[in-house]
């Protein structure tokens, strides 16, 4: 539900102005507000966890996020959306971290540990390309054609049903023992600095880069400086420094970084570059990006049977593969301009699905297998705050390459697509060459090797399984 609502409003915006009589400093809020929700939430969402029981919390998160999606379903003005679409981020950043803490937590390491994560980084995969996709779906179609746009917020209702049922029966409500307090003057702190870095990023060049946003983006640095001190004092932090002192894990953040950047500029762009530059209707742009999941689907099974005995290899393979299929597009969309069809995109996309099956399945787990597990929701949080940052900041790299300075989207052409899928390109080459800071492998309780064997949460027998 999260990532498909990060993107699927996109898609469907031009018929939400429309409908609702929006403006567009309105229409940049409907998408840009949900993003600034979500991060002012996640890293204390994860710490939340840890201290109060994630299925508890998980189980808020889903509730509160379902609610916000029929008031934003049944919204009547811009207002009334913009402030649904803010709950919505806020319970996505509530909801979010609880799911690597659960894995991380309920499930033995090796086989049974892999194939969670890899079903969560498949599934990731999935959920990245699926806005675009579900949003071209029902935005022209809705359901049976009597909901028009309002359906691609009102799908959320059967899903967050499912969802708080599933939780409710099959997610152990484990935490932190003994659990940590909430840190309050941490949570401001860190509050503060996404909002410092996130709302130049997201509204900055909408805004034609004044010298406010530049002075935010600036003040960012000393409030995360000022935040690490405090933390490092602090007698329950919000963020463990011991999290960071994890070569796998601080490396990890930097490609996760780097990987999510190349991903989101690459789908914004094809987005622009299709339906703006191109005039391209949203169902043929979601049909043409159906290659990437197809790709994804195809390597994602080997993943799950290798994957903690070569995640460092799998990572750097699918990074690169990523690229390759990026650099493709890329010079496709160079060589052919306005003359440019759906079949040759096909086999590109394609590809890069290929390697994202390879690396996304495994990398949650390559970057989160060493922290211990009265830190994983802190550490869950953090994770998922980089993978937002990335697509905020991959975002933002493909608007300034994209667009230039033109800012109404009817008045710009598809000649900045190959620079943004460059700039893609560039950065899944960045994740390859990280790669090798992640783990050869990850902790297995397979015959022949140490057992796992958990001193802080539950009491667990040789095998792994609680007691």
């Known amino acids: 539900m999260d990532l498909v609502d990060v993107t699927i409003v996109n ?86 971290p609880q799911a690597l803490s659960v894995i991380t937590v309920q499930f033995a390491p090796g086989r049974e540990r892999t194939l969670a994560f890899s079903l969560y980084g498949g599934l990731l995969g999935v959920a990245q390309v699926s806005g675009p996709i579900l949003g071209g779906l029902l935005t022209q179609h809705g359901l049976f054609g009597a909901l028009g746009w309002r359906a691609i917020f009102y799908v959320n209702i059967p899903v967050g049903l499912v969802a708080l049922a599933g939780a409710a029966r099959w997610m152990d409500d484990s935490r932190a023992k003994p659990p940590p307090r909430l840190d309050p003057v941490g949570v401001v702190l860190i509050s503060v600095a996404s909002l410092l870095l996130m709302f130049p990023l997201v509204q900055g060049r909408e805004y034609g880069w004044p010298w406010w946003s530049v002075a935010l983006l600036v003040c960012t640095l000393p409030v995360l400086l000022l935040f690490a001190a405090y933390e490092r004092r602090s007698a329950s932090p919000l963020v463990p420094s011991q999290l960071f002192a994890q070569r796998s894990f601080t490396a990890g953040l930097i490609l996760t970084l780097a990987l999510f950047s190349g991903v989101a500029a690459c789908f914004i762009t094809l987005t622009w570059g299709l339906q703006f530059g191109l005039g391209w209707s949203p169902m043929r742009v979601a049909l043409t990006g159906l290659a990437w999941p197809a790709g994804v689907a195809c390597t994602a099974q080997f993943t799950h049977r290798h994957g903690h005995r070569h995640a460092r290899r799998l990572v750097a393979a699918g990074t690169l593969i990523m690229a390759f299929g990026l650099a493709g597009l890329s010079v496709l969309t160079l060589m052919e301009g306005r003359d440019l069809t759906h079949w040759p995109l096909v086999p590109w996309l394609f590809v890069a699905g290929l390697g994202m ?52 989207p009817s008045t710009v052409t598809p000649d900045g697509t190959p620079r943004a899928l460059a700039f893609s390109c560039f950065a899944l080459l960045l994740a390859a060459a990280l790669s090798g800071l992640l783990p050869r492998r990850i902790a297995s309780d397979e015959p022949g090797e140490l057992p796992f064997i958990d001193t802080v949460e539950t009491p667990r027998r040789l095998d792994g399984r609680p007691r």
Do not use: C, E
């Open 11 to 96: 898609v469907a915006l031009p018929a939400i102005q429309r409908d609702l009589h929006a403006g567009t400093a309105a229409g940049q809020w409907m998408a840009a507000v949900y993003a600034l929700g979500y991060a002012l939430l996640l890293i204390t969402g994860g710490r939340l966890g840890d201290i109060f029981g994630r299925r508890r919390v998980f189980l808020a998160g889903i509730a509160g996020f379902t609610i916000a999606s029929v008031v934003a379903g049944a919204a009547v003005s811009p207002g009334m959306l913009i402030g649904a679409r803010a709950a919505q981020g806020a319970f996505a950043g509530i909801m979010v």
């Open 357 to 408: 099956g390879f690396a996304l399945p495994i990398l949650a787990n390559a970057v989160i297998s060493d922290v211990p597990h009265h830190s994983a929701g802190a550490a869950s949080g953090v994770f998922n705050s980089i993978t937002q940052l990335g697509g905020v900041l991959g975002v933002a790299a493909a608007g300034l390459l994209f667009f230039g300075a033109a800012k109404a």
